[in-house]
């Protein structure tokens, strides 16, 4: 009698536990296969943010690019204001030798008066930092002025009188067609001195192909910052800047 009462109670009791294990082996089943499409849809939104990242990423490249050339042309034009106060205070008889020198600043009484901030002196474009030193005579200097000469219609602008001596020799120079192509020269033959020379100018070490045209320049080794043909005022402003139309098209054949 107690075995048939057992078996009653235990039968339904074996019929609903049955039943709940195959929905709960339903219902994980389900769960799984919700996490597989749940993975897929995650995977399927990265791949589309990674290829919308490569889409943009010359364009980030480009503006970071841009920036920093634009950096570089506000410390060289720094530069070259602090060597016409340099040169103007030696009243046109000397030329600094180097960066410190215009570091270190000018007589001001019992003081020195600072002519050139220290971030400056960094060239954000070279490798090491230095900028190269452009003596007044060099083959790479007499090109800009060239270049400089294109870019304000067949003119070139004033210099400050007391750098009269130099830019004559340039004017002759120019004249007498000691130039050559500013585009065909030759890379290998780029003259680096970082120091200990007399220099009437700055360019940077790096040979990149720029976004920004400085001057119709589309190099970096090519821009020369001086005091030099660029006109009455230097301070506060940035000259010669254009875009560069091929910058893209550069860009595409380096890769």
């Known amino acids: 009698m107690m075995a048939t009462i057992k078996k009653i109670v235990l039968c339904p009791l074996f019929f609903v536990l049955s039943n709940k294990n195959k929905k709960n082996k339903g219902q994980r089943t389900k769960d799984k296969g919700q996490k597989g499409l749940s993975l897929i849809a995650v995977l399927a939104v990265m791949t589309i943010f990674a290829i919308a990242l490569l889409a943009v990423a010359p364009t980030v490249q480009q503006g970071v690019q841009r920036e920093k050339e634009l950096e570089q042309i506000r410390r060289g034009e720094e530069i070259a204001e602090a060597i016409r106060k340099y040169v103007e205070f030696h009243q046109g008889t000397k030329l600094p ?3 410190d020198d215009l570091l270190e600043g000018l007589p001001q009484g019992t003081k020195k008066r600072q002519i050139l901030r220290p971030s400056a002196a960094i060239d954000p ?3 090491d ?3 190269r030193l452009i003596t007044p005579t060099s083959k790479a200097y007499i090109n800009f002025a060239k270049r400089v000469q294109t870019y304000s219609n067949g003119v070139l602008p004033s210099s400050p009188s007391r750098f009269d001596q130099f830019a004559i020799q340039i004017v002759n120079a120019i004249n007498t067609g000691n ?3 500013v585009e065909e020269a030759d890379e290998d033959e780029l003259e680096i001195i970082t120091d200990s020379t007399p220099f009437i100018g700055v360019a ?3 040979r990149s192909k720029s976004v920004i045209a400085y001057y119709g320049i589309e190099n970096h080794s090519k821009w020369i910052y001086t005091p ?3 006109g009455s005022v230097i301070s506060g402003s940035i000259m010669g800047i254009r875009p560069n139309p091929n910058a893209n098209k550069n860009r595409n054949r380096s890769r």
């Open 97 to 99: 030798n180097s960066i």
């Open 125 to 127: 474009l070279s490798e």
């Open 129 to 131: 930092g230095k900028w």
């Open 179 to 181: 130039v050559d192509d």
């Open 204 to 206: 940077s070490q790096s």
């Open 228 to 230: 030099l043909f660029r």
